[in-house]
């Protein structure tokens, strides 16, 4: 089915504006270096093309085309919603929300019908949004909708009306540059105006050179960019850029609107009350998502750290870039120092969805771990989350190392897996993921002992050659001081637990060299079980050197504090980093374990 210039098409079905998407949607992951580069406001992260193409890659990734106009217009608006990410990808989706919301319950749609739903849908964006800013991606979209819905009568051919706006798209994109103060400093365009812009180019494309067979089978490739200033960097006020889906919410936008700026800026509220999609830049995402729990179900959030993206558009100490997960556990000093991209585990409460350590810290989790009934489950970092990471990474560093907890205990290191192999292909930079075959203070030292080797200066193949090394040479020793987390947690029936409560019966629990979790030792008490950690670990540091150590607690610094004594006598040095451990070990160790990991030369 070719697309020719010269064929009038006079009314728009379900699959015509399913490929129309595909065409635009397209354009926009190509250009997504670009719009990263050029993004300074209303933060410099540096993240707009990413947040962009993953709001708009869902669509391509799971929709198909319906005959009818208003069922593909739906289906696109939901999952657009449903998947948005960042300021601009939220307002492209509920422009196209607005759209949606807009259209009859048409088959087929003609110029003047297009024209009046994208008109109408203009005041969603600014109803959605508390402060709306000019000579944005706001201002670009109206005047393009108010173009198209002026000709509306005289202009009945959709290939006629996509060309016409052309002109008024790049005048109005050209003026954003004059409207903010923060673009005309940094001499670019807004980032999200110029991804609308795209977006559209990306149609006018399809009309005039492509069929949808090639459309279809045509697969996106990120174009390289290159600015030829520098924009300058501002300081980040919030760190977090916080987004959340409430399904079922029972409050209405104004009153989240309120909910939300007692918590930060550039505030959001998008979608209806069936499903609201939140945004807002917070440094107290934690105490947030708290409050957020009683207006409905949350079906999603986030949590990106804007001072890291920062670092990485403005402040990259080295070419290679660290990825792992939150089952890392190191002090955030250390993970700011070394600029350590870490994505939380999702762990649940019931229906209560959680991001590890940035929606909830372990403070709050060990308490909820001894007030709550449900007991906690973790989740895995999905694909889609290490595809926009890596995505943006990609954007700003020359390849990328990913270090995860063990395989054996989650499917983290599969999604990571799958994600550096697309984003890979797509940006022409190689990706490396390493199982650390461990997690928690193990993991920890495993990615400090690279991020030091990227710091020395090694090239990529060697630090990956060097860490894939190290990962056989860490262990992680946990004593357990109360055995009914593990029976609550299944990693040990409730006969064997009674009968080791009853011969009072600790266990240390440690990863195996395949990566499972075992029970690797026990003592007749806790003290008991403290020593025997101790005493593997001089075993171990009499045959080899321990180059580092982390000691790790659930709540119970007065352990970590004895183990950190002993562990100086041993090593003669302080320890890396003294953490409550992560709550994937938390969780079935139980409040008041505590735990020695270490890496042997």
């Not at 180019?201 to 005039?208: A, C, N, V």
């Not at 002993?566 to 451990?581: F, L, R």
Request: contains cysteine.
């Amino acid at each position: 089915m070719a697309t020719a210039i010269n064929i009038p098409l006079v009314e728009m079905d379900g699959r015509r504006l399913y490929y129309t998407f595909i065409a635009g949607a397209r354009k926009v992951i190509e250009h997504q270096v670009e719009l990263n580069k050029i993004n300074v406001f209303p933060v410099n992260d540096g993240d707009t093309g990413t947040n962009l193409a993953s709001t708009i890659r869902a669509v391509i990734d799971s929709l198909h085309p319906h005959k009818s106009y208003k069922i593909t217009a739906d289906r696109i608006a939901e999952t657009s919603l449903v998947n948005a990410r960042g300021n601009s990808g939220i307002i492209f989706a509920q422009f196209l929300y607005g759209m949606s919301m807009e259209t009859g319950n048409f088959k087929t749609i003609n110029t003047a019908q297009f024209a009046e739903s994208i008109k109408n849908s203009i005041r969603y964006i600014y109803e959605a949004i508390a402060e709306p800013v000019e000579g944005t991606m706001l201002t670009v979209i109206r005047e393009w909708a108010d173009y198209i819905y002026e000709n509306r009568n005289r202009i009945t051919d959709f290939n006629e009306m996509f060309l016409a706006s052309v002109a008024i798209l790049n005048k109005s994109l050209i003026e954003t540059k004059n409207k903010l103060a923060v673009l005309k400093k940094a001499n670019v365009v807004d980032a999200g105006a110029r991804g609308f812009v795209l977006f559209i180019e990306g149609i006018i494309e399809f009309i005039t050179h492509r069929n949808i067979k090639e459309l279809v089978q045509a697969k996106a490739e990120t174009a390289l960019f290159e600015k030829i200033e520098e924009a300058i960097p501002q300081n980040v006020e919030f760190r977090y850029c916080t987004e959340a889906l409430i399904k079922n919410c029972s409050a209405d936008s104004k009153t989240m609107h309120s909910i939300l700026h007692r918590y930060g800026d550039s505030v959001v509220v998008a979608g209806s009350d069936r499903m609201k999609r939140l945004h807002v830049h917070t440094n107290t995402p934690a105490e947030l998502f708290s409050e957020l729990r009683k207006t409905g179900t949350i079906a999603f959030q986030k949590a990106d750290d804007m001072i890291r993206q920062s670092d990485v558009v403005y402040n990259r100490k080295w070419k290679i870039a660290l990825v792992t997960d939150s089952t890392c556990d190191l002090s955030q000093e250390l993970i700011d120092q070394y600029q350590i991209n870490m994505l939380p585990i999702n762990i649940n409460f019931g229906e209560n969805h959680y991001l590890d350590k940035v929606t909830i810290q372990p403070e709050q989790f060990y308490k909820m771990l001894d007030e709550n009934t449900d007991y906690p489950k973790s989740a895995q970092v999905n694909e889609k989350a290490f595809v926009n990471v890596f995505s943006h990474l990609a954007s700003h560093y020359d390849s990328i190392i990913a270090i995860h907890l063990s395989d054996k205990l989650s499917g983290t290191f599969g999604s990571s897996q799958k994600a550096a192999k697309a984003v890979s292909m797509e940006f022409n930079k190689p990706i490396s993921v390493i199982n650390s075959k461990s997690l928690s203070g193990a993991l920890g030292l495993l990615v400090l002992r690279a991020a030091k080797a990227i710091e020395e200066g090694h090239p990529y193949e060697k630090v990956v050659e060097m860490t894939e090394d190290w990962a056989n040479r860490i262990k992680v020793l946990v004593s357990v001081k109360n055995l009914k987390y593990l029976i609550r947690g299944g990693r040990l029936s409730a006969t064997r637990g009674l009968i080791a409560k009853i011969l009072n019966v600790n266990p240390i629990v440690t990863i195996d060299e395949s990566g499972k979790a075992i029970v690797f030792d026990k003592a007749f008490n806790q003290k008991a079980i403290m020593e025997r950690v101790i005493f593997h670990v001089r075993k171990q540091a009499n045959e080899k050197h321990i180059w580092n150590y982390i000691i790790l607690h659930a709540n119970n610094s007065e352990a970590a504090a004895w183990y950190t004594e002993k562990m100086k006598e041993i090593t003669s040095q302080e320890p890396v980093s003294v953490v409550n451990i992560s709550p994937v070990i938390g969780a079935n160790a139980g409040v008041g374990a505590a735990a020695v990991a270490y890496l042997a030369e």
